[in-house]
């Protein structure tokens, strides 16, 4: 059984900090995409980041990009979301998420975590 638990989630003041972590079990993940996704109430779930197991490329969007930094340590099957210079508009359940192809859209990847809630008051 494949699971992607994601924890680190919380409430934070608006230019802190919070690390994401996702840990990945049942399957090996060597070949795949890992990404984070967020949703926000009464929005679409959007693209954060997503990193390549093999060669570890990176890709952010615009609106974190600078400020959130994707990591990941093949031996743990582990990825990171490390999440600076927190905003109000970062507030969302964020999601971990497993790709054979990678990008950007929700319906491209194959495996999801349960989601971790990330508040960020003002």
């Known amino acids: 059984q494949v699971q992607l638990v994601e924890s680190g989630g919380g409430l934070v003041q608006a230019g802190g900090s919070l690390r994401l972590s996702c840990a990945a079990a049942?399957?090996?993940?060597?070949?795949?995409?890992m990404g984070w996704f967020r949703q926000a109430p009464g929005k679409e779930r959007e693209f954060v980041a997503a990193i390549a197991w093999i060669g570890g490329s990176t890709y952010y969007a615009d609106s974190v990009k600078g400020r959130f930094t994707i990591s990941r340590d093949n031996a743990k099957n582990t990825v990171w979301l490390q999440m600076n210079s927190l905003k109000p508009e970062d507030t969302a359940i964020y999601y971990c998420?497993?790709?054979?192809?990678?990008?950007?859209?929700?319906?491209?990847?194959?495996?999801w975590g349960q989601g971790t809630q990330v508040t960020v008051s003002s």
């Open positions: 049942g399957r090996s993940f060597s070949s795949y995409f």
């Open positions: 998420a497993a790709s054979r192809d990678g990008g950007t859209r929700p319906s491209s990847y194959d495996y």
